[in-house]
């Protein structure tokens, strides 16, 4: 389709993009189910992320350059290799805000985001966000960027099942925020990456192991998060998750042909890794 590039605003043939990158989607396929399940359609296998016509030849490609980077330097060191200490560039700033950006546009299409007035803020979010990342004009409002790495769970005591598949598994993009409109997060992980920008904060940020610098910094893993309300904030997010109606029947008997096939597939990946975590801790 032809139409105005989101990023850039020049009339183009649009690429149906993913939202989440594509590497991303690979990875959690190759290390768990080859179907993904929305949470708000679970009766639907996809074997796909979630695309839109939102950018030109020249906005993917200059996605894909921080992508590469993302992909090199953090990810795969991260997943497959247990590096723990991550130097980082102007890299992983344009990567993270690149995709919180693409997770905003697609929440600003949800009746529940748009028409509300709480939330109007994140029009100036998504603006501010774009002519950074067509321009480098450094966001002056909502810069504050934040990115935590997790890990299989070895203890709770939240009550919420399948808290470790949620840490280290699930794909997700939301807007956290509470009923003032006091406190405001645009939010997305994908796998052991919980990435979440400070769009309004009457407190100030003490999670200083996990702020993003601009520029360049060092991340080591494991980080510390002082911050007991963000905290909560993710547990309610995997809690809310957790009670959505799960697969029909009919679903759920597919999905165990699925396995029956090949159970030790599921035994030694990444997901059945989690799954079993899950079932460990609910003994306890």
């Not at 649009?14 to 080859?34: A, E, M, N, V």
């Not at 708000?40 to 030109?56: A, E, M, V």
């Not at 109007?120 to 960027?145: G, M, Q």
């Not at 400070?198 to 002082?226: A, F, M, W």
Request: aromatic share 14%; proline share 5%; with cysteine.
């Amino acid at each position: 389709m032809t139409d105005k590039c989101r990023l850039y605003g020049v009339e183009e043939e649009l690429r149906q993009s993913h939202i989440l990158p594509k590497f991303i989607i690979d990875y959690f396929k190759s290390t768990g189910s080859r179907f993904i399940r929305g949470f708000s359609t679970p009766n639907q296998r996809r074997q796909d992320g979630i695309k839109r016509n939102y950018l030109s030849h020249q906005a993917e490609q200059d996605f894909s350059i921080r992508e590469k980077w993302f992909a090199e330097n953090f990810f795969r060191r991260f997943m497959d290799d247990g590096q723990s200490v991550f130097p980082y560039d102007k890299n992983l700033y344009y990567f993270l805000i690149s995709v919180l950006w693409r997770g905003l546009l697609h929440q600003l299409e949800l009746p529940e985001i748009y028409s509300n007035p709480q939330l109007k803020v994140l029009n100036e979010t998504e603006a501010e966000w774009r002519t950074y990342l067509a321009e480098n004009k450094t966001p002056p409002r909502f810069s504050d960027v934040n990115l935590l790495l997790t890990d299989h769970i070895k203890t709770h005591d939240t009550g919420v099942t399948g808290l470790d598949y949620y840490f280290t598994r699930m794909i997700d993009f939301t807007i956290l925020a509470d009923d003032s409109g006091q406190c405001i997060f645009v939010y997305c992980k994908f796998l052991k990456f919980v990435v979440w920008a400070t769009i309004r904060d009457v407190r100030p940020n003490i999670n200083k192991e996990l702020i993003i610098s601009k520029n360049e910094g060092v991340l080591r893993y494991p980080q510390s998060v002082p911050d007991t309300y963000m905290i909560q904030c993710l547990v309610k997010r995997a809690e809310s998750i957790a009670a959505m109606p799960g697969p029909s029947d009919i679903q759920q008997d597919k999905i165990i042909e699925e396995i029956n096939k090949n159970p030790d597939t599921l035994y030694r990946s990444a997901a059945g890794a989690a799954i079993f975590n899950d079932w460990r801790l609910d003994q306890k």
